[in-house]
């Protein structure tokens, strides 16, 4: 959810009822801080805020979350042994999202609160085994017994309930929140997914951190480039810096790299992410009641 | 299901109020008859077969489907305007293998029956879009009306469960009958399934025809040639013919081509196809009990 989630959209989440997160990836320290002072401002309900662990300013943010005594942090994108320990001597809750089983049980014995389990549809930032939402839910279910956010593929109420179904406690929703009016997403980035097929996204920079965009020239930029065999460091500079600000904040549809989930192809309209979420709340308690039903 | 779903497997399956579709894909043609007539006289109940429509003697099937009398007819990897009517002529019912929203269309416009429509996550020959079920079951439901089968990544009632909510309306499982007692595939290539873990498997071939495999000698003889940039008749050249045959029914795990899903890891038991349908259906009706209390 970098450049998409502010102190808007999570205090907007929060305030309905959701648990808002404020995306540190794309944000320098200050701005962190910022965003966390105006989302407290704005809400009284809990958020938290969500933190990779592969940039270089990554300690810094840490810190920053506990000047500002957030309550809740998640991680991503390294190894959840790393800060956790750290984190929960500070009183804060920590998550961690992780892609396979060996990184799930890493969080368990890491003494991890709870793990998100991210499948292959995911926008963004993916693992390198592939696994579907489908598949990874019910494997890392079996595999740890701390509570479980599926995330991937979650869009609506009744794709909650089939996360729900597979053994998940919970679930975290990106993508259709990137097109709520309060996202920072810059408005043709949004548009340019209501317009989104499926088929239209694909994992991409695989030898790299793989990341699911939507294709534009850049990605076929870099197809082109992998398929004809291209070195890490051919890729990393096709890649540059600052593709994913260029494309999601500032709009530029060619030039920027466009991270957003398969579940694309089922958006048709911004809206507040209230309605968003009161909509997914109302489809979820419909379906159970529908289906609780079925008996062979 | 080549080389795994012969009369055995289907007649267990339809003996125990599933479906069982005998697997056409890897029969010559008297081969076929001969499994469509044992079927018929070790089950009284409904069963089908299915014929994916890339192969040479296709029409051979389907004439032999009309001859023998076979009522329901599974066809894939094709146009499913092909036969369709010719078919429904003969009082068939056709379901047809799709895996995007524009072959779906197509087929409510052929008269189809039924769609299957077949995540990312599925063994052996894929779709392109790479979309998982999860994305794309709520996708098709939205743009076609006719009956839904979901398949890709359901192993288990909770995976039926989840289907059925993202608005299957029933669910084809496949991987996880191939290590049924009565599946014809060989013990070593069950075995191996049940040691898979996740991320074992991957979509391979993409330029060819995307197909999901097990990781063995011969899949990353694939995979470096396709990341060194090989060309169709390069990659065509190393597939060479009956790989499947060798791996899945005559049990070389070096040189075979072993199609399975993600599901593979989820796997630890070879049982009769009876227990893992009962298992299936009894683990669904919890599961819909269990969920459908939940309110917000």
Same mark, same amino acid.
């Given at each position: 959810?970098? $450049?998409?989630?502010? $102190?808007?959209? &999570?205090?907007? =989440?929060?305030?309905?009822g959701g648990?808002?997160?404020?995306?540190?990836?794309?944000?320098?320290?200050?701005?962190?801080?910022?965003?966390?002072?105006?989302?407290? &401002?704005?809400?009284?309900?809990?958020?938290?805020? +969500?933190?990779?662990?592969?940039?270089?300013? @990554?300690?810094?943010?840490?810190?920053?979350?506990?000047?500002?005594?957030?309550?809740? =942090?998640?991680?991503?994108?390294? /190894?959840?042994?790393?800060?956790?320990?750290?984190?929960?001597? /500070?009183?804060? @809750?920590?998550?961690?999202?992780?892609?396979?089983?060996? #990184?799930?049980?890493?969080? !368990? !014995?890491?003494?991890?609160? &709870?793990?998100?389990a991210?499948g #292959?549809e995911?926008?963004?930032?993916?693992?390198? !085994? !592939? @696994?579907t939402t489908i598949a990874l839910i019910p494997l890392i279910r079996k595999?740890?017994?701390?509570p479980l956010i599926a995330a991937g593929g979650i869009a609506s109420g009744r794709s909650m309930h089939a996360a729900i179904a597979l053994g998940a406690d919970g679930v975290q929703i990106?993508?259709r #929140? =990137? @097109?709520?009016?309060?996202?920072?997403?810059?408005?043709?980035?949004?548009?340019?997914?209501?317009?989104?097929?499926?088929?239209?996204?694909? *994992?991409?920079?695989?030898?790299?951190?793989?990341?699911?965009?939507?294709?534009?020239?850049?990605?076929?930029?870099? +197809?082109?480039?992998?398929?004809?065999?291209?070195?890490?460091?051919? *890729?990393?500079?096709?890649?540059?810096?600052?593709?994913?600000?260029?494309?999601? #904040?500032?709009?530029?549809?060619?030039?920027?790299?466009?991270?957003?989930?398969q579940v694309?192809?089922q958006?048709?309209?911004?809206?507040?992410? &209230?309605?968003i979420l009161q909509e997914i709340i109302s489809e979820f308690n419909t379906s159970v009641k529908e289906i609780g039903k079925y008996q062979f």
């Open positions: 959810m970098i $450049w998409c989630s502010g $102190w808007e959209l &999570a205090s907007a =989440v929060s305030n309905t648990l808002g997160l404020i995306g540190g990836g794309s944000m320098n320290p200050e701005k962190f801080r910022e965003h966390i002072r105006k989302c407290k &401002a704005t809400t009284n309900k809990p958020f938290g805020v +969500n933190i990779p662990l592969l940039y270089p300013h @990554t300690e810094a943010l840490i810190s920053i979350v506990i000047e500002e005594d957030v309550k809740i =942090v998640f991680t991503s994108a390294g /190894n959840p042994k790393k800060y956790t320990s750290y984190l929960k001597e /500070n009183n804060i @809750t920590v998550c961690h999202v992780i892609a396979n089983v060996k #990184f799930a049980k890493k969080c !368990e !014995e890491a003494g991890v609160d &709870a793990i998100v991210e #292959f995911a926008g963004g930032h993916n693992g390198v !085994e !592939e @696994t595999a740890v017994s701390i990106g993508s #929140f =990137v @097109t709520s009016e309060e996202s920072s997403a810059h408005d043709t980035f949004k548009q340019k997914i209501l317009d989104a097929e499926d088929g239209d996204t694909r *994992l991409s920079l695989k030898s790299l951190v793989p990341v699911r965009l939507l294709k534009n020239k850049f990605f076929y930029l870099v +197809n082109e480039a992998e398929q004809n065999g291209a070195s890490k460091e051919e *890729l990393m500079k096709i890649l540059g810096h600052g593709r994913a600000r260029i494309g999601m #904040f500032e709009g530029d549809m060619d030039e920027g790299e466009l991270e957003i989930g694309s192809a958006i048709s309209k911004i809206k507040p992410a &209230a309605h």
